[in-house]
T-cell receptor, first 110, second 114 residues
Framework: RKEVEQDPGPFNVPEGATVAFNCTYS??????FFWYRQDCRKEPKLLMS???SGNEDGRFTAQLNRASQYISLLIRDSKLSDSATYLC???????????FGGGTRLMVKP | DVKVTQSSRYLVKRTGEKVFLECVQD?????MFWYRQDPGLGLRLIYF???????EKGDIPEGYSVSREKKERFSLILESASTNQTSMYLC?????????????FGPGTRLLVL
């Protein structure tokens, strides 16, 4: 079993739709959680951190469920520019090493 | 602004060649990382360094070595390139973002080994 698992997609949604991605992680000692966004042929960039209480940044909402060991990302009112691959990232309790999921590809259509 | 740069965006090398990939960060960061990214496999950690002359193996160090002679520069070396090392190579450095330490990536180097 992979340490961090995501549905690779693609998720094809119309503009304006709400879409949600889940990610599961296997290490119950994981401390920090992030969502990164990666555009085609570009480097990953931090989208948002995920806090235990859940957090929102504009149209994006991230949630953490420690009991079930998953994190989620909700995107409301999808824009064409949201088309990208979204990487779930987990940081353990030792050092600064991150473990990346394989990414979920989102395609927003007009 | 966090700035991580990599020496080349695209490289084509032949099997058996020695390949150097350079990464530079200008923020005096201690921790630097090298990953490769392949379709279906995500990002995998090759090596990381937490200080000058210090290095640690990641998940897939075989076939690679690294060098950290100066704090700002972390080099990845393929001693004898092979076709299965064709990949996207990403360097990263740690920075504070929204109150948490997280990794910022360079633009990546796409390496093709023929």
């Amino acid at each position: 079993r992979k340490e961090v698992e995501q549905d690779p997609g693609p998720f094809n949604v119309p503009e304006g739709a709400t879409v949600a991605f889940n990610c599961t992680y296997s290490n119950s000692a994981s401390q920090s959680f992030f969502w990164y966004r990666q555009d085609c042929r570009k480097e990953p960039k931090l989208l948002m951190s995920v806090y235990s209480s859940g957090n929102e940044d504009g149209r994006f909402t991230a949630q953490l469920n420690r009991a079930s060991q998953y994190i989620s990302l909700l995107i409301r009112d999808s824009k064409l520019s949201d088309s990208a691959t979204y990487l779930c990232v987990v940081k353990g309790n030792a050092g600064n090493m991150l473990t990346f999921g394989g990414g979920t590809r989102l395609m927003v259509k007009p | 602004d966090v700035k991580v740069t990599q020496s080349s965006r695209y490289l084509v090398k032949r099997t058996g060649e020695k390949v150097f990939l350079e990464c530079v960060q200008d923020m005096d960061h201690e921790n630097m990382f090298w990953y490769r990214q392949d379709p279906g496999l995500g990002l995998r950690l090759i090596y990381f360094s937490y200080d000058v002359k210090m290095k640690e193996k990641g998940d897939i160090p075989e076939g690679y070595s690294v060098s950290r002679e100066k704090k700002e520069r972390f080099s990845l070396i393929l001693e004898s390139a092979s076709t299965n090392q064709t990949s996207m190579y990403l360097c990263a450095s740690i920075a504070l973002a929204r109150g948490q330490e997280t990794q910022y990536f360079g633009p990546g180097t796409r390496l093709l080994v023929l």
